[in-house]
């Protein structure tokens, strides 16, 4: 598919999820020529904060801020605005924050980031979760009318799109139009262990399917080499067959 505005060309966001800013920034440095961008978490920002997360936007790549907010509408509100300033292409909010916190998010944004304000993007079921975990939590399944359920919402109330699992894609694409970003972890190239996800699928097939942000974590940096294991997906994207 053709890339959507706001995002960069190459589809693949690097997860940086460790608290050490010198690892972060040496992974972020060696797969620079071979992504289009990276992403930044609760675990790095909590060691971090944002003069961190400032460090790597400083590097020059698109930088996902992916620290999920979920709270009341005024103090998510303020956590936007706190963040809109640092430079972030992407910030989050859990869709199941509800109507009002989705609301205040977005104004936030807008207000606090002005014509370079981050695209504000939706979780809708983590990728951790299946069937039997929505049943646990008090959510009916399957997990993927869930997905769509929140991806409505927080397209009705002006979101630029949401995070969801690979499965979801299709049905979201379908509810939702091809104008809206679809943010997707839970990937694994053929060759990569699954770890914790449970609803995966390879970089090649997700972004066949329609998504237009790849979030790829451990299969770079646990490589020996994580600059040849982020060109090796970036070849694989490229290949014609």
Known sequence: MTNTPGLPENPVFVALDTPDLNQALAWADAVRGHVGGVKTGLEFFAANGADGVKAVVDLGLPVFLDLKFHDIPNTVAGAVRAVAGIGAAVV???ASGGPAMLDAAREAAETAGGASRPLVIAVT??????DSDLRAVGQTPPA????VRLAKLSQDHGLDGVV???AEIEP?????????QLIVPGIRPDWAASGDQKRITTPRQARDRGANMLVVGRPITDADDPAAAAARIAEELSANT
Do not use: K, W, Y
């Open 92 to 94: 989050n909010v859990h």
């Open 125 to 130: 079921v983590l990728t951790s979760m299946d």
């Open 144 to 147: 993927v009318e869930q997905v």
């Open 164 to 166: 969801c699992s690979p």
């Open 172 to 180: 979201i694409r379908a509810a939702c139009g091809n104008d809206f």
